[in-house]
């Protein structure tokens, strides 16, 4: 099983910065929150990736808490093209471990 | 660079038919995984290997599902029978050498391929 928790649906208006949530409150020590996200039709595409400091890239920011139980991925300027299911999944960092993928959110960018 | 690639893209047939689905992993990863994603769901792994040996087949139906990678580069998953259950998208990801590290474990996927089974 998924050891996430996301809420099923979000909407942002084009431009806004999205907030996608993720609980994660059984996490382990070792375990970093990876985010990806499942445009319609293509396959997951990775985003960001982070243990315990907060992370940015070209692509999105990671907020994750102080007891580190929750994070929060951040797009700053939502577009059309962030319309996905994004996935919050927890996993150590070494070794071929499997994704395990929850239920997912579904952010959809309105115009 | 290339990314992973998988094909056919699309596949319909009959239930009792075989199916086969090929896939080619971005050069040079060592890892490569099949997944099937069923409608509305997350993508769940049916097999991982790693170079050409099949290091975890826990979740693959073998009854009627096999899969290979020859030489360690592309690999194709079989389905014999096919069933209306196994309508659902098949996804390969490849990975450089989890071994190393978080900066070598980051999964590519593929477009996969969307079965249906009538």
């Known amino acids: 099983d998924a050891k996430t928790t996301q809420p099923p649906s979000m909407d942002c208006a084009e431009g806004r910065a999205a907030n996608l949530p993720c609980n994660h409150s059984t996490i382990s020590g070792n375990e970093y929150v990876y985010w990806y996200r499942q445009i319609h039709s293509q396959g997951p595409q990775y985003i960001i990736h982070?243990?315990?400091n907060n992370e940015t890239n070209e692509m999105a920011s990671l907020i994750i808490t102080e007891d580190r139980k929750s994070s929060t991925l951040i797009l700053p300027h939502a577009t059309l093209r962030d319309t996905a299911v994004y996935y919050c999944?927890?996993?150590?960092?070494?070794?071929?471990?499997?994704?395990?993928f929850g239920q997912g959110t579904r952010l959809t960018i309105n115009p | 660079e290339a990314g992973v690639v998988q094909s056919p893209r699309y596949k319909i047939i009959e239930k009792k038919q075989p199916v086969a689905f090929w896939c080619n992993p971005i050069s040079g990863h060592n890892t490569l995984y099949w997944y099937r994603q069923n409608l509305g769901q997350g993508p769940e792994l049916l097999i991982r290997?790693?170079?050409?040996?099949?290091?975890?087949d826990s979740q693959l139906p073998k009854d009627r599902f096999s899969a290979e990678r020859l030489k360690g580069v592309d690999s194709t998953l079989k389905i014999q029978p096919a069933e209306l259950g196994d309508s659902a998208v098949y996804l390969c990801?490849?990975?450089?050498?989890?071994?190393?590290?978080?900066?070598?474990?980051?999964?590519?996927f593929g477009p996969g391929t969307r079965l249906t089974v009538l």
């Open positions: 982070g243990l315990k």
């Open positions: 290997y790693e170079n050409e040996e099949a290091v975890d």
């Open positions: 990801a490849s990975s450089l050498d989890p071994s190393r590290g978080p900066s070598y474990n980051e999964q590519f």
């Open positions: 999944i927890v996993r150590v960092a070494q070794g071929a471990q499997k994704l395990v």
